[in-house]
C-alpha cells in the first residue's frame, strides 16, 4: 500500500497593526534525518542500535533482519519507518509454508495470458514497494524464496517476457529462530545486518513504553531528499587506515573461526559510510568499525566474540595507557617510602623522575598513533593528565 500525506495549508488575513515575523527556516534533508532518529529513538525504547541499522541500511540499499520473539515491535518499527518517506510504498506479509506467489508478488493477469505471457499484476505488492517487511522469512516455500533472493539482490523481478527494476530501498527480514537448511544459506547471507532483539529489559524503561503517547507529529522526507541522503553518504571519505583497521578484524575473527564473505565485508564499507553520516561525520572513524559486531557474525553465538575481538582491536591502546597509569602509580607510592637515607632518596627520586619521563613519551606515542587513527582520546587525556601530576609532586620532592 502506498503511503499518503496530507498537505496541511495555512492563511493569515493581513492586518495593518499585525507584527510581522520572520518565516522559520525550512529543515535540510540531513536535519530531518537526525529528527527522524530522535523521534524513533523515542517510540522504540532499548532499540538504538537497531534504529541506526535501519537508517544506515536505508542510506546503503542494504537489508536487515531482525530475529526475535512475536511482540518485540518488528514490523512496526519498518512501518514508522515506511511512514516517513513521503510517497513511499509500504509491503507487509507474514510468510508460511502455504504462502504463495500471488499473495506476494500478484496475481497472474488473465489478460497477459491470452497473450501467452505469464505476467503478474503487481499493484501493491512486493516489486513495488520502497520498504518491505516479510515475517518468519525463512519458512516460505523455494519458489517463493527464490523470487525473493533476486528482488533483493539484484532489484530485479522476473514478470513473464519482462525483467523489471523494483524501487525497493530496503527490506526488512524477521524470524523467530535462525535457517538450518543449507538452501536457505544464500538468502541468509544477503541481510548485512543482524540483530537479535528482545522484550524491554529495564524496568522504568518498560513503564515508559506503557505511558507512551502516540507520537503528535512525525518528521517526513521526500523521495527526492532519501536521495540526497544517499549521494552524501556516499561521499563519506574512508581514510586507508580504516580499510587496514577491517582488514585487522578479518584476520582475528578467522583466527576464531568466524568468516564472513567477501561480499559482506565489501559491502560494510557503504554501510560505515552512512553510519558515520548519521552521526554527523564526514569522514569513517575508526569508532565507527565498532558497528560492525552487527554485521560479522553468522550465529547469535559468536555475537559476543565478534564485540570483543572488534573492541580489543580498536580500543586496545587504551589498555596500555591503563597498565602504564598503574605503573605511575607504583613509581608514586615508591616514591612516599621514608625508610632511605638522604642520599639513598635523591638518588631514587632521580630514578623514578626517569621513569615517568619515559612513561609520558610512551603515552605521546600512543596518543599519536590514535589521534591519526580516530580513536577517542578522552581517557588517554585523563591518564596523562594523571601521569603528569604524579611527575610534578615528585619533582617537588626534590
Not at 563519506?236 to 564472513?260: C, F, G, M, T
Not at 570483543?308 to 612516599?336: C, D, N, V
Request: hydrophobic share 40%.
Amino acid at each position: 500500500m502506498s503511503i499518503r500525506f496530507l498537505r496541511h495549508f495555512s492563511y493569515s488575513i493581513v492586518c495593518p497593526f499585525a507584527i510581522c515575523y520572520p518565516a522559520k527556516h525550512p529543515m535540510t534533508a540531513p536535519e530531518k534525518l537526525k529528527k527522524i532518529r530522535d523521534e524513533l529513538k523515542q517510540l522504540f525504547l532499548e532499540r538504538a542500535d537497531l534504529i541506526d541499522g535501519a537508517l544506515a541500511a536505508l542510506l546503503s540499499a542494504q537489508h536487515l533482519l531482525i530475529v526475535g520473539p512475536p511482540g518485540t515491535a518488528k514490523s512496526m518499527l519498518a512501518d514508522e519507518l515506511c511512514r516517513r518517506i513521503e510517497g513511499a510504498n509500504y509491503f507487509q506479509w507474514l510468510l508460511t509454508r502455504f504462502t504463495t506467489p500471488e499473495e506476494v508478488f500478484g496475481a497472474v493477469s488473465l489478460k497477459a495470458l491470452e497473450q501467452d505471457d505469464y505476467r503478474r499484476v503487481t499493484t501493491r505488492k512486493l516489486p513495488e514497494a520502497h520498504i518491505a517487511f516479510l515475517d518468519e522469512i525463512f519458512k516460505a516455500n523455494s519458489s517463493i524464496l527464490n523470487s525473493i533472493l533476486s528482488l533483493i539482490n539484484e532489484r530485479l523481478f522476473h514478470n513473464g517476457k519482462e525483467i523489471v527494476k523494483v524501487p525497493l530501498l530496503t527490506l526488512f527480514g524477521a524470524s523467530n529462530e535462525l535457517p538450518e537448511e543449507e538452501e536457505l544459506t544464500a538468502l541468509y547471507d544477503r541481510f548485512l545486518l543482524r540483530f537479535v532483539v528482545g522484550y524491554i529489559s529495564e524496568d522504568f524503561r518498560f513503564l515508559r513504553m506503557l505511558e507512551a503517547q502516540s507520537a503528535p507529529e512525525r518528521t517526513i522526507l521526500t523521495l527526492a531528499e532519501l536521495n540526497e541522503l544517499q549521494q552524501l553518504a556516499r561521499n563519506v571519505a574512508i581514510p586507508p587506515h580504516v580499510y587496514r583497521s577491517i582488514a585487522d578484524i578479518r584476520r582475528e575473527l578467522n583466527k576464531k573461526n568466524i568468516q564472513a564473505s567477501d561480499r559482506r565485508y565489501r559491502q560494510c564499507l557503504g554501510l560505515l559510510q552512512a553510519y558515520a553520516f548519521i552521526e554527523g561525520e564526514h569522514e569513517v572513524y575508526e569508532k565507527h568499525l565498532l558497528f560492525l559486531e552487527h554485521v560479522l557474525w553468522r550465529d547469535p553465538a559468536e555475537h559476543d566474540a565478534v564485540r570483543t575481538t572488534i573492541r580489543e582491536i580498536l580500543l586496545g591502546y587504551e589498555e596500555e595507557i591503563t597498565e602504564l597509569l598503574y605503573e605511575s602509580r607504583e613509581i608514586r607510592e615508591s616514591a612516599l617510602q621514608t625508610s632511605r637515607s638522604s642520599d639513598e632518596r635523591a638518588r631514587a627520586l632521580i630514578e623514578l623522575h626517569t621513569k615517568l619521563r619515559n612513561i609520558l613519551v610512551k603515552v605521546d606515542q600512543i596518543m599519536d598513533k590514535a589521534k591519526r587513527m580516530g580513536r577517542p582520546l578522552d581517557r588517554v587525556d585523563k591518564a596523562r593528565g594523571e601521569i603528569e601530576q604524579l611527575q610534578k609532586d615528585l619533582l617537588e620532592q626534590f
